[in-house]
T-cell receptor, first 113, second 112 residues
Framework: ETGVTQTPRHLVMGMTNKKSLKCEQH?????MYWYKQSAKKPLELMFV???????ENNSVPSRFSPECPNSSHLFLHLHTLQPEDSALYLC????????????FGEGSRLTVL | GENVEQHPSTLSVQEGDSAVIKCTYS??????FPWYKQELGKRPQLIID?????GEKKDQRIAVTLNKTAKHFSLHITETQPEDSAVYFC???????????FGAGTRLFVKA
């Protein structure tokens, strides 16, 4: 399989639940990203990892916890979320210092009840 | 902080007409300006990009212009077709950097 794959594609959770989003890229890239897309603020950068090291945290609340065990996998751990966290969460990857093009996954649609 | 403004938020054109989307950016260090297209229910995909050492770039029916002095860049789509209907995002970043800032998006409708 090629490209950027995200699972699950849809997730419904209560405010007290703990869940995780998973992203896997098969492009040989070294940088991975989490973006949040909602009607209020389309394509909002959350986290950036380069060679497994976090290089950017865009003032994201601690109820979102990223994990990058290797350059191909990225997780977003979710706990005690709020209804306003309902959104499409997009993972992306890019070369370390390449063209700058972001390759996005299909996204995980999260609904917090 | 860094900011990218995009206008209009919605654009409706007749098939065959041209469409223009405009963006401004605030970070003078930005030197890479990509444009992404997101069709309904799909992922955003890069359609064209421009670097700051170039004033204009064209790829078939789409072109992008950059005015670095004014911090403006624009997307031009000629001879629009219904399949051009989508949301278009401009963005700005530093080439080789990791922080890409997106505009709010323009929803383009092309009426047949």
């Amino acid at each position: 399989e090629t490209g950027v794959t995200q699972t699950p594609r849809h997730l419904v959770m209560g405010m007290t639940n703990k869940k995780s989003l998973k992203c896997e890229q098969h492009l040989g890239h070294n940088a991975m990203y989490w973006y949040k897309q909602s009607a209020k603020k389309p394509l909002e950068l959350m986290f950036v990892y380069n060679f497994k090291e976090q290089t950017e945290n865009n003032s994201v609340p601690s109820r979102f916890s990223p994990e990058c065990p290797n350059s191909s996998h990225l997780f977003l751990h979710l706990h005690t979320l709020q209804p306003e966290d309902s959104a499409l969460y997009l993972c992306a990857s890019s070369q370390e210092k390449g063209t700058g093009e972001l390759f996005f996954g299909e996204g995980s649609r999260l609904t917090v009840l | 902080g860094e900011n990218v403004e995009q206008h209009p938020s919605t654009l409706s054109v007749q098939e065959g007409d041209s469409a223009v989307i405009k963006c401004t950016y605030s970070d003078s260090a930005s030197n890479y300006f990509p444009w992404y297209k997101q069709e309904l229910g799909k992922r955003p995909q890069l359609i064209i990009d421009i670097r700051s050492n170039v004033g204009e770039k064209k790829d078939q029916r789409i072109a992008v212009t950059l005015n670095k002095t004014a911090k403006h860049f624009s997307l031009h789509i000629t001879e629009t077709q219904p399949e051009d209907s989508a949301v278009y995002f401009c963005a700005a970043s530093t080439y080789g950097g990791f922080k890409t800032i997106f505009g709010a998006g323009t929803r383009l409708f092309v009426k047949a």
